[in-house]
C-alpha cells in the first residue's frame, strides 16, 4: 500500500525575504528542467527572495558547481544564503541511473553540512519520463518549489538559531 500524498507546508513567513538563493539547474531533459526551475522561481519571487541561476549539463554537475559559485561569491563579498539545486535522472537500462541518483544527492548533503549552507534538493530521480512530469509540473507535484521552499525553510532555521 502507497503511503498517501503529502504537501509540506508553506514556508513561514520568517525573515526569508532578504535572502540570497543560488539556483543551480542540470539542462539534460530541457523541458523538465523548464518546468522545475518555473515552480522553483515562484516559490523564491513569492518570498520576496534574490536569486542568480547557472546550468550544469548533468546531476553530477550541479555539486561541483555549486562549490565554484558559493567560493566566487564569498570571495566577492557576496554571499549566498542558500542553494536550490534542481535536475532529472531518469532511469535507463544501466547502473548509471544508480550512480547519478546516488552520488548527486550526496555530495549535496555532504556540501550542505560541511558548508553549513542550506540546499533544497530539487534533483528527480524517477523510473520514467512521465514520473518526471508528474513531479516536475507546477500544477501537480512541483518538486522545483517544494526545493525552494525547504532551502528557505533552512535559512529561516539558521537565521532563528543565529540569534540565540
Not at 76 to 93: F, H, N, R, S, T
Not at 105 to 113: C, E, K, M, Y
Request: aromatic residues 4%; glycine residues 8%; positive net charge.
Amino acid at each position: 500500500m502507497a503511503a498517501p500524498k503529502r504537501k509540506p507546508e508553506k514556508t513561514p513567513k520568517l525573515a526569508v525575504g532578504s535572502s540570497r538563493i543560488l539556483v543551480v539547474e542540470a539542462r539534460f531533459y530541457n523541458d523538465i528542467a523548464d518546468a522545475l526551475l518555473a515552480g522553483c522561481a515562484k516559490a523564491l519571487d513569492e518570498a520576496k527572495a534574490t536569486w542568480d541561476s547557472i546550468t550544469v549539463p548533468g546531476s553530477l554537475e550541479i555539486a561541483p558547481a555549486i562549490a565554484i559559485a558559493i567560493e566566487a561569491a564569498e570571495k566577492q563579498k557576496q554571499p549566498y544564503d542558500g542553494v536550490v539545486a534542481l535536475g532529472c535522472v531518469i532511469q535507463g537500462e544501466t547502473f548509471h541511473f544508480d550512480i547519478v541518483a546516488m552520488q548527486s544527492a550526496r555530495a549535496l548533503i555532504d556540501f550542505s553540512v560541511g558548508h553549513r549552507l542550506p540546499i533544497g534538493n530539487g534533483i528527480l530521480t524517477v523510473d520514467t519520463e512521465a514520473q518526471a512530469w508528474a513531479r516536475a509540473r507546477l500544477t501537480e507535484g512541483d518538486k522545483g518549489g517544494d526545493a525552494a521552499r525547504a532551502a528557505l525553510a533552512l535559512i529561516a532555521i539558521k537565521r532563528q538559531r543565529s540569534k540565540r
